[in-house]
């Protein structure tokens, strides 16, 4: 399997449900800031995504943020959520997937990335051996250099939408 290749793709992180992971065996997420809780810097998280949390945690999922962006953009998102995290996390590299592991005492087998960009989330995902649920930027950065990286990204995305037969 490609490494670039999510096991399934979601519209938005509110669509994944505790019995979905149930079924997968994952009772552990690694979960991305930004495009997947919240918009590009935004200091809250999307509406309906705080409820989510709240439900995962009933559910007895353990969740922990996995963030590329720094300490400043990243603790005080993770305070408003109650959740762990850790910044700076040089994804697709390995280190913080296994350091977000660790905080939440998950393998790589009941851990799960949840994640909107191929060539970190997905990528490190596959590359630290465990399942990636990717789901669709909550909303198109701007600047040149993520145009680029979105531009390359969107073949992937549609072929593999394309053989999902759509996002969950
Ligand atoms: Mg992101």
Same mark, same amino acid.
């Given at each position: 399997m490609s490494v670039f290749k999510p096991h399934y793709i979601f519209?938005? /992180?509110? $669509? #994944?449900t505790p019995g979905f992971l149930k079924e997968l065996g994952i009772s552990n997420l690694l979960l991305d800031v930004? +495009? /997947?809780? /919240? /918009?590009?810097? +935004?200091p809250d998280p999307t509406p309906g995504i705080p409820q989510w949390i709240e439900e995962m945690k009933s559910a007895g999922i353990k969740m922990v943020i996995i963030s590329n962006n720094n300490k400043e953009r990243v603790e005080p998102f993770a305070a408003k959520l109650g959740l762990p995290f850790t910044s700076?996390?040089? $994804?697709?590299?390995p280190f913080g997937y296994k350091k977000g592991m660790k905080i939440l005492g998950g393998n790589r087998h009941n851990t799960a990335m949840v994640g909107?960009? #191929?060539?970190t989330d997905v990528m490190g995902a596959n590359l630290s051996g465990m399942k990636c649920l990717m789901v669709l930027a909550i909303q198109a950065e701007e600047g040149a250099g993520f145009k680029f990286k979105r531009k390359i990204e969107k073949g992937f995305i549609e072929k593999y939408l394309k053989q999902q037969g759509g996002a969950l």
């Open positions: 519209e938005k /992180t509110t $669509k #994944i930004d +495009n /997947t809780l /919240t /918009t590009h810097d +935004n700076m996390s040089c $994804k697709p590299l909107d960009q #191929i060539f």
